[in-house]
């Protein structure tokens, strides 16, 4: 007998890898489920592989036929008829592995009699739930096909738990696509019932006005049809969803299509929790010929490997390793419970501790090289805020308390385009970079020229009119554009990130950000180094009595200079408006660091001001998960003035016979 079973699982075997070649290998799963449920059958064990096997013994074509052509209807999701003609390679395959068991079937006739009896299977139709259901069945509604009496499904407007679980228990017990459907509509809380006509509706969309179609004849109901029906949603406990959640997702793991599969196996890999018995993973691992779905796979077996600890110690510290790879945080928990687990081998705990070690290594450096690529983004947003600050308090040695408010006008203009541009946001983020130059520049000229020209050699005074120009640009905006924040839609192409190991990510908007932060400190030193007006504002800021001997136009070279701030700043508030909101207060939060930045790098000093946005961005987040953010800005204030007291210029001070005078 044992040497006949071995004999028919190495047949229904080589049946499956021939199915597997052809892309069939999602019927071909339950041929496998059948030999394995088989072997224990005749050893007088009841046992069923999963929730999907259904015990068969002596099992004949017929019966084989009907439990494939049952799974086939759900993983190919189409007609019983199709699946048929979609899987007759593997039904065929089927009979013919159990033919030397079946004395009636010759090897001969068993492919088609298997077939022929499928067909006929698909042909005979569910007795209707209700009266209608013939006629609803005909219009291709789902409903029809529930292979529940209405009895039983009437259970689940219960008030019972247990009510409720009975219906439930049913549904997954019986794997047909109306099942699932409606154990879908019973999830996504779409399922409703209503005591005046005792009949169960699905709400066809998501929206408060959604209409309602009846469950078992699938006609239509609107929203304002169903208020006489005071329709009332059919509760699910957070165990219920759960459960639902499982089944749903087990049976995902079935699909034909590879989306679905693989969905449904992150969702296993990732979260370590509920997985499928190692025996089940194990039959979908020989099946699968997707690699990423495969991978997933195996992650969920390592799980249930360790869940159950059975297998021998080879199995797991197989299991062990593939989690060491895993590394991420529900990774680490099941591999810490295995090395303090009293069931496991001395070698297993070993592996395990190795493991635990591994991972804890592996996440603190990710959390370093994180928190790294987050400095320097805070970095960088600090260095693209200073810069223009740099120019106007290093050259003409104004303290401007506007330069926030410039910002703030620069990421105004990004909202602008994109409100002109609804369809193109890409579009209107790029042309908003030049405009907000534009812009911010315009306004930082006519800020010079009107008030600033006037009070030079006064700078109490000049610190007190810019601030009073802050107070009136913030207003103007709340005047013309409202005071609420206003949303700026982040291109496609800037959305996602990069996964670089499991426990590390990099977003595209940061990375973009420090790369914008690059290019434009890579032009303003080239306009500083390379170009008249460059040399013109060198020479105004180390000596302007001199400058103006040697016949530079010194109040000019001072607009221009307060317009090229303004106008870096301008492009400042167009890389802030991709990670924080713009509004009237925007510019506020930023020009106590952005102060903080020129005084530490250096007044005047465009590498001191690259240094130290740098260094501060980097030292608020290496502080902030030890002591808040809140806590590590005090720290770094205090720290500045210690530094300041040392070196009152800063890192990068400005040399000269004028500044040393």
């Known amino acids: 007998m044992a040497k006949t079973l071995k004999l028919r699982l190495c047949s229904i075997k080589a049946g499956l890898c021939q199915a597997t070649r052809r892309g069939l290998y999602h019927c071909a799963v339950v041929a496998m489920a059948g030999a394995v449920s088989i072997a224990p059958l005749a050893t007088a064990s009841a046992t069923p592989v999963n929730a999907m096997s259904v015990s068969m013994v002596n099992p004949a074509p017929a019966d084989i036929a009907t439990r494939l052509l049952s799974f086939a209807s759900v993983t190919f999701s189409a007609a019983p008829s199709t699946a048929v003609s979609s899987s007759a390679s593997v039904l065929a395959s089927a009979a013919t592995a159990t033919a030397t068991t079946n004395p009636n079937i010759s090897e001969a006739s068993a492919p088609a009699t298997l077939v022929s009896v499928a067909q006929a299977q698909s042909t005979n139709a569910v007795a209707p739930a209700s009266a209608s259901a013939p006629q609803a069945a005909a219009n291709?509604?789902?409903?029809?096909?529930?292979?529940l009496s209405p009895d039983l499904i009437k259970a689940l407007s219960s008030s019972s738990v247990k009510d409720r679980n009975t219906v439930i228990t049913a549904l997954g017990s019986n794997i047909t696509p109306a099942n699932m459907r409606l154990l879908q509509a019973l999830e996504g809380n779409q399922l409703y019932y209503s005591r005046q006509n005792q009949l169960f509706y699905v709400q066809s969309g998501t929206s408060a006005s959604a209409g309602y179609n009846e469950l078992f004849t699938g006609s239509a109901l609107s929203s304002t049809e169903s208020k006489p029906l005071k329709l009332r949603r059919v509760a699910v406990s957070t165990v219920q969803r759960q459960q639902i959640n499982d089944l749903l997702r087990e049976v995902a793991l079935y699909s034909v299509n590879r989306a679905d599969r693989l969905r449904a196996a992150t969702?296993?890999?990732d979260s370590g929790a509920n997985v499928p018995a190692r025996t089940t993973l194990e039959q979908l691992l020989f099946t699968e010929s997707d690699p990423e779905v495969y991978a997933a796979l195996r992650t969920a077996w390592a799980f249930a490997a360790l869940e159950d600890m059975q297998g021998g110690d080879q199995t797991l510290i197989s299991a062990i390793n593939l989690l060491e790879e895993k590394g991420n945080n529900t990774a680490l928990s099941a591999l810490q419970a295995v090395a303090s687990s009293d069931q496991a081998s001395a070698a297993v705990r070993s592996a395990a501790t190795k493991a635990v070690n591994s991972v804890e290594f592996s996440q603190g450096a990710a959390a370093f090289a994180e928190n790294l690529f987050f400095g320097l983004s805070l970095g960088s947003v600090l260095v693209l805020a200073a810069i223009g600050l740099a120019i106007t308090f290093g050259v003409m040695g104004v303290i401007n308390m506007a330069h926030g408010e410039l910002i703030m006008i620069g990421a105004y203009c990004v909202w602008g385009l994109q409100q002109l541009l609804p369809n193109s946001?890409?579009?209107a983020l790029l042309l908003s970079i030049p405009l907000a130059f534009i812009v911010s520049g315009a306004v930082g000229i006519v800020i010079e020229r009107v008030v600033i020209s006037r009070l030079y050699g006064r700078p109490l005074e000049t610190l007190l009119a810019t601030f009073g120009i802050s107070l009136v640009l913030q207003q103007a905006v709340r005047t013309i554009f409202s005071p609420l924040n206003r949303a700026v839609v982040t291109p496609e192409f800037m959305q996602g990130s990069i996964q670089l190991t499991e426990n590390l990510s990099v977003t595209l908007t940061r990375l973009y950000i420090i790369a914008f932060c690059a290019v434009i400190f890579a032009l303003i030193l080239i306009t500083m180094n390379k170009t008249r007006l460059g040399l013109e504002v060198r020479a105004v800021s180390q000596n302007r009595p001199i400058a103006r001997a040697l016949g530079i136009?010194?109040?000019?070279?001072?607009?221009l200079t307060f317009g090229l701030g303004s106008g870096v700043a301008g492009m400042a508030g167009v890389a802030l408006s991709q990670i924080t909101n713009v509004g009237p207060n925007l510019g506020q939060n930023y020009i106590v660091d952005t102060f903080m930045v020129v005084v530490f790098g250096g007044v005047g000093n465009l590498w001191g001001t690259l240094t130290g946005g740098l260094i501060m961005g980097l030292a608020?987040?290496?502080?902030?998960?030890?002591?808040?953010?809140?806590?590590?800005?005090i720290i770094i204030l205090v720290a500045l003035i210690f530094f300041i007291q040392k070196r009152p210029?800063?890192?990068?001070p400005q040399r000269g016979r004028a500044v040393e005078a």
Request: hydrophobic letters at 45%; charged letters at 15%.
């Open 140 to 147: 291709g509604w789902w409903g029809a096909q529930l292979q």
């Open 553 to 559: 136009h010194s109040s000019r070279v001072d607009a």
């Open 649 to 652: 210029r800063g890192l990068f």
């Open 425 to 427: 946001p890409g579009l």
């Open 620 to 633: 608020s987040k290496f502080l902030e998960p030890i002591s808040g953010a809140m806590l590590s800005k």
């Open 267 to 269: 969702a296993l890999a």
